[in-house]
């Protein structure tokens, strides 16, 4: 099925062949008003976008390209990152399920696969915080994942970038993980709903907890075993000195 053929019951999907961002598209929407459950998913982006500046790039017609707008409940500052959480855990789900592969999370927002002792990422999500005079702020989750990204290709998106297709040697459904993706997030959503806190299923997923890490961040470089996330989703590096720092940004790699 194309991809702007998809529907999904609970969902406001709009497609668009090519876009600036899909972010920017739903940040606009939320703005604009426009209720939880609304998707843009596009083929193309022209100015992708990563964290901090930085830019998302995808072959047309490769990838899923998506954001996701949330009303968080109340308090927004403790539901608003745990939606985020939830998307991450949902995103790791859609590609075990459709695909096999053993996808973690690397902290903050990162889906990776490790082949032989060498990681490599495959989806990014970037959340952003759109706000509008006299209401409350929103989320806007988007979600970049390489599927079908020939191996030619990855080389121009980063060093360490994979595509679902180079890992599982075949061609994959972009629906079938986009249905999948969109039914985990159901199903999270209604259990973090019920009460439950998605973030000890967040934290399970994570990648290299216990591990030596080197953590970029935009002061300065810092190494030290990722020891844990504390209750905000930060993370809690243990330096070689003994004592803990605690990093709500960064970029995370093992220690080389
Ligand atoms: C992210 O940022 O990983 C968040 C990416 C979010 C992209 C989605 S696409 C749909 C929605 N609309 C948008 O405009 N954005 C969201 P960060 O952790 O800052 O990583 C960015 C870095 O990843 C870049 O500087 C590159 O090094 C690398 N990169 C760029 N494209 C890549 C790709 N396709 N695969 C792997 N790495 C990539």
Known sequence: MPLGDFRREGWDIRYLERVTSTNTLALEAGRQGATEGLVFIADEQTAGR??????????PGTSLLMSLLFRPAEPFSYTAPRITMLCGVALADAVIDVTGQAAQLKWPNDLIITREGTWRKVAGMLSEVGTAPDAPPFLVVGIGLNVNVPPASLSDLAPNATSLL????????RVALLDAFLHHVEEHSA????????????????????????????TGVFTGVAEDVDDSGALLLRLPAGCQQRFSTGDVSLRP
């Open 166 to 173: 180079v890992e599982s040697g075949q061609p994959v459904e």
């Open 50 to 59: 990563g964290r901090l500046e930085r830019r998302w790039f995808a072959p």
């Open 191 to 218: 259990v973090f709903r019920a009460g439950i806190d998605p973030l000890p299923q967040w934290r399970q997923r994570l990648a290299w907890i216990g591990a030596t890490v080197r953590v970029q961040t935009p």
